[in-house]
């Protein structure tokens, strides 16, 4: 049975591998198509596509966006199938980007104010020329001594309600899928057993967001063990939503992640995405 990855990050966001690069990688795994889906921006999605071109894979342009709400005050939404060239979404991640240029000096100067003085060079440097985030921020505080791993830089400083945390613009949930909507994309909640909610409390925040016109749910994910994702279909069967599902790759930046596989059993098969792209609109058409 052929398999897919719908979600996956390049170095357009956080990802470390190029756009180009991903697809290949994809391919040689020999998944059936894969969907680009960087953390608020589609820079990488022209240069992913025309690299599929090329190869026996199928690829999905596609978006992460960061939207207000949850018990954390911030969830991801996918979008899927959306089309890269619309004007007005591209015009909605470009103030996601300004908001996120902004806090990132923020956050700089709040560890300095702690008695750490790092540089924002130094941060942008370890993006490699990508979008900067709190990951950078961590890994500085790593390469600096001091910290000794990702987790104790967020516990310590970068987690929200910590000392160097910086809070940012997001759009609302209905805002973010009218955004991926009006583009042509489908609306997916990202891996919702990251939202450390119960069964009940996540089946009434759907129902929310199904109000707004939430079209389905990552069922499939690295961090989803099989009795969740088994409680997630059947949410999504219960409330005819389509279910979706990926690895969340990041390359070398979450190295015990793999293309396609996660941390070595995920599979989610093709027959996922017929009809999640039955969903998708024409951009042009769409109210
Ligand atoms: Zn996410
Ligand atoms: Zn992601």
Known sequence: MPYVDLHTHTTASDGSLTPAELVRAAADAGLAAVAITDHDTIAGVAEALTAGRELPIEVVPGVEISMAGGPKGSMHLLGLFIDHHNPDLKQSLQRLQAARAQRNPRIARR????????????VSALAGGGQVGRPHFAQALIARGVVANRGEAFGRF???????YVDKFRFQPAEAIAMVKAAGGV???????????????????????????????EVYYSEHHNNLARRLAALAARRDLVISGGTDFHGDNKKDIHLGVGRGTLRVPESLLGPIRRLATDGDQAP
């Open 111 to 122: 560890l300095q104010e702690l008695g750490i003085p790092l540089t924002m060079d130094e």
């Open 187 to 217: 609306p997916i909640l990202a891996h919702p057993g990251l939202l450390g909610l119960g069964l009940a409390a996540l089946e009434n925040l759907v129902d929310e967001l199904v109000s707004h016109g939430l079209a389905g749910i």
């Open 158 to 164: 970068l987690a929200a309600g910590k000392p160097a």
